[in-house]
């Protein structure tokens, strides 16, 4: 069973900067993608950035595009998004996800960690 765990999250002022990471656990080769979600309160869960873990392509959504950085190590097997000019509406819990494939929808990933709370004050 592929696992998840997050870590990094926290509570910072806007403009600031944090950088998450995700350790995978027991990955199986059906393991093409890595997503990073975020569901703020009263919200559906919304996906941020995906890599390719074969290849390393990326892909941002316009929540994050131009300030966020999505990586991975495939010899640390960890996934990381580093978040820059953070801003009060970042404020929600923050799930790395494990999929086939790239995909948008929370559906399309098939494991999820435990999630990290990410709070922006202004």
């Known amino acids: 069973q592929v696992q998840l765990v997050e870590s990094g999250g926290g509570l910072v002022q806007a403009g600031g900067s944090l950088r998450l990471s995700c350790v995978v656990s027991?990955?199986?080769?059906?393991?093409?993608?890595m997503g990073w979600f975020r569901q703020a309160p009263g919200k559906e869960r919304e996906l941020l950035a995906a890599?390719?873990?074969?290849?390393?392509?990326?892909y941002y959504t316009d929540f994050v595009k131009g300030r966020s950085t999505i990586s991975r190590d495939k010899a640390e097997s960890t996934v990381s998004l580093q978040m820059n000019s953070l801003k009060p509406e970042d404020t929600g819990v923050y799930y790395c996800?494990?999929?086939?494939?790239?995909?948008?929808?929370?559906?399309?990933?098939?494991?999820w960690g435990q999630g990290t709370q990410v709070t922006v004050s202004s």
């Open positions: 890599i390719s873990w074969p290849f390393g392509a990326t």
């Open positions: 027991r990955r199986t080769s059906s393991i093409q993608a």
């Open positions: 996800a494990a999929g086939e494939r790239m995909g948008t929808s929370p559906h399309q990933y098939d494991y």
